[in-house]
């Protein structure tokens, strides 16, 4: 099976595709526009950052898989790839603990003004007595907005760094707070207003995209500091800007809207050039730890497709067919059976919309279920029973609405 991997990739566990029947295509330096001429031979793209758009998708007729060596699936269009039906699948939680430090270098670069100070070195200067202003972090209010893996994972580190912590997510309830032991706060804006210190773990999606606008920036204390590692669309970047004049509040920030498409590139962006602003460059999830862990996560779901066709941490499927009836079909594991009862279906005019099929042990007898949009009738199902020697028994049930 054929891949292509267009981005940066462990190069020590390429092999290690090659042994499952891949064959390797590694081009870390394409360009996304250049994807769409590149992707007719592949059946699986792997990619971390690069944007994979609809015209890649349109591309090839072969595309089974776009893997995103990473959390969130935002650089792809998720929807196109549904509509052609190529999976989309990522690697979640396998880079948490390396954003969850980011978090706390940001923070503590921040409070501690690192990077003033080492620019001041760099240029000769000695100002002791400008760089030992700083407040602290220990017993400050820490509000975590989302608290899915990465955010358990500040979680733990604020807490032996002394902080207090608030948070809050749509599945947080006080129990889990409890036991994750922080605050449970039942707003987003109660965090906004009590909190020192913000920061940000949500996936972008319609209604997270801008979720800090101006009217939350306006809640927070005077000074506060922000911290966005999660994606850049979610903060409402002007309005960030114009909080961090007006209010003096500080950002710490791995993540813009917009940021350069390519590893290298300008950029400019007027929150680059305000004092109370610290950034990186989109690199959360870069550490040589994290991308292990992305490799490894990666080739399992490369493998498990290649080998049995099932696709973990697919984002795509949906969680509820259309389906309003199912039939479920016993029968002996012999050869033209299941495409007897489709074609009974099919001339019936009835869509089948999902289909698993189970072997029981000693491969004698079968269970397929048949999902189906509409209500097949009795005359249809007694033809189906009394068509086929091989049918052991039907059953219909209703499953929908």
């Known amino acids: 099976m054929k891949i292509l991997i267009a981005d940066k990739f462990s190069e020590a566990h390429l092999d290690r595709l090659n042994k499952v029947g891949c064959e390797v295509t590694y081009n870390p330096v394409v360009k996304a526009d250049e994807l769409p001429k590149l992707i007719a031979p592949y059946r699986i793209l792997v990619v971390r950052s690069k944007q994979v758009t609809a015209d890649t998708l349109r591309a090839s007729e072969q595309l089974l898989l776009v893997l995103r060596a990473g959390a969130g699936v935002n650089t792809i ?15 979640p939680g ?13 923070l503590l ?10 620019a001041a070195l760099r240029a000769h200067k000695w100002n002791k007595k400008e760089f030992s202003k700083a407040d602290g972090i220990y017993d400050k209010t820490l509000g975590v907005i989302g608290v899915g893996r990465i955010g358990r994972e500040v979680i733990t580190r604020a807490q032996a760094f002394g ?13 889990k707070a409890e036991e994750l032991g922080v605050e449970c706060c039942g707003s987003v804006d109660d965090v906004f207003r009590r909190a020192d210190i913000v920061t940000l773990h949500l996936a972008l999606k319609p209604e997270t995209r801008k979720f800090v606008n101006a009217a939350r920036l306006a809640l927070m204390k005077p000074n506060a500091i922000l911290i966005n590692t999660a994606r850049g669309e979610v903060v409402d970047q002007a309005a960030l800007r ?9 950002a710490g920030l791995d993540v813009f809207d917009p940021e350069p498409a390519d590893a290298t590139a300008d950029f400019v962006d007027p929150i680059l050039d305000l004092p109370n602003f610290y950034g990186t460059h989109h690199i959360g999830a870069s550490t040589g ?5 992305i490799a490894e996560e990666a080739i399992r779901i490369i493998a498990t497709f290649v080998k049995t066709g099932a696709v973990l941490n697919c984002v795509n499927l949906v969680t509820r067919t259309p389906a309003k009836w199912q039939l479920l079909v016993r029968h002996y594991d012999r050869v033209g059976v299941l495409a007897y009862v489709m074609d009974k279906i099919r001339r019936a005019e009835i869509n089948i919309e999902e ?19 509409s209500q097949p009738g009795e005359e249809l199902l007694a033809s189906i029973k009394d068509g086929n020697k091989d049918i052991i028994g039907l059953e219909l049930l209703k499953i929908g609405d």
Request: net charge positive.
């Open 355 to 373: 289909v698993q099929n189970v072997i029981f042990e000693g491969a004698t007898a079968a269970s397929c279920r048949i999902q189906l949009d």
């Open 94 to 106: 396998k880079n948490s603990i390396a954003v969850a430090e980011l978090v706390f270098a940001l």
């Open 163 to 175: 902080l207090r912590v608030i948070a809050w997510s749509r599945t947080l309830t006080p129990g």
């Open 242 to 250: 114009a909080a961090i004049e007006a209010k003096k509040l500080r």
């Open 109 to 118: 670069a921040i409070d501690r003004r690192i990077a003033d100070n080492t």
């Open 77 to 91: 269009d998720v929807k196109a790839a549904s509509a052609r039906g190529i999976y989309v699948s990522n690697c």
């Open 289 to 293: 730890q994290a991308q292990e862990a």
